[in-house]
């Protein structure tokens, strides 16, 4: 799977290991445990909406693909594998029709 700028887009498990660093870089977080059905929220991870922002700025910035911004609109992000899914949706969208991963 390819992103905007044609760079390789990882698997979900390699996605999935992005977002759970990036949720470690935020200050009083570096020590939760951070599976696939995480809350994002209330519960769970307890991150607030700046902070789901800046994860993710960070998959686009570490991963090459731009997440569109109706796309994020449009997600129901709740859980870690919210993120991983909304990452894999956008980059599936920027591959041309027949190519393979």
Do not use: F, W, Y
């Not at 570096?30 to 991150?47: K, M, R, Y």
């Amino acid at each position: 799977m390819r992103g905007r700028k044609g760079e390789l887009v990882q698997t979900e498990q390699e996605i999935r290991q992005v977002v759970v660093d990036l949720v470690h870089e935020i200050e009083g977080k570096a020590d939760v445990d951070v599976a696939p059905d995480s809350s994002l929220g209330a519960g769970g991870l307890e991150l607030t909406s700046l902070e789901v922002v800046r994860i993710l700025v960070g998959l686009e910035e570490q991963l090459g693909v731009e997440l569109e911004d109706g796309a994020i609109m449009n997600s129901r992000l709740e859980v870690v594998d919210d993120l991983v899914s909304l990452v894999v949706d956008c980059a599936s969208e920027l591959e041309p029709a027949g190519a393979s991963t």
